[in-house]
C-alpha cells in the first residue's frame, strides 16, 4: 500500500493460446486478449516489472516521464525517445491487433498515445505522493485522474474485446505525439 492508494500487481492468465513461448502476442483476436488489464498497466507505469511487450513499454514510457526537466538539448533527446517508445506501442498494435468490425467506433487516441497519457499520471501521481503531503488535496486530484485514466484504458480493452471500438493508423493527425 502506497499511501491510501493500494496495488495488487499480479499477471492475469489469459490462455495459453494468447502468446507464444517467448511472450509474443498470435495476431488475430487473441492478441487483444494480450493487452495488459489496467492492473498491469498500472503496474507497470509504477516500476513494477510486469511481462509482456506493452508493459515494458510503458514502464519504459513512466521512466522517460520521470526524468527532470533537462535544458533544451537534452530536452530533445527525452521528446524522440518518447516518441519513439509511442511509435513502437503503436506499430505493436498495428500488427498485433484485429482489424475493426463492422460497425466498430474509432477511439481517439492510438494505444501509444493513450499509454502515454497513463504513464505521464502515473509519474506525477509518484512523484507528488513523495514530495507532497500524501493526504493533501493535489496528491488526491493527481491520483483521481491516473484512477480515470485507468478505467478508461480498462473500458478501451474491453470494447476491442469485443469489437465496439477500434484504434486509429499510427500518427493519423497533426496532435499525435509520435509525429513530426
Known sequence: MIG?????CTRAVVGADSTDRDGHPYSGGAAVAALPSSSELLCAVGGQLVPGTLCRLARDLADVHRQ??????RADRFAVRRAGLIAD????ASVALPHPAIGAHRHQWTLGETIDRIAAVAADAFRLLMTDDPAGDRVHAEWTRLAELEVGYG?????LREGRRYLPPQCSDERSTGCA
Do not use: K, M
Not at 473500458?155 to 470494447?159: E, H, I, K, P
Open 4 to 8: 491510501r492508494y493500494e496495488f495488487h
Open 68 to 73: 527532470p526537466n533537462f535544458p533544451p538539448r
Open 89 to 92: 506501442i503503436d506499430a505493436w
Open 155 to 159: 473500458d478501451l480493452v474491453r470494447d
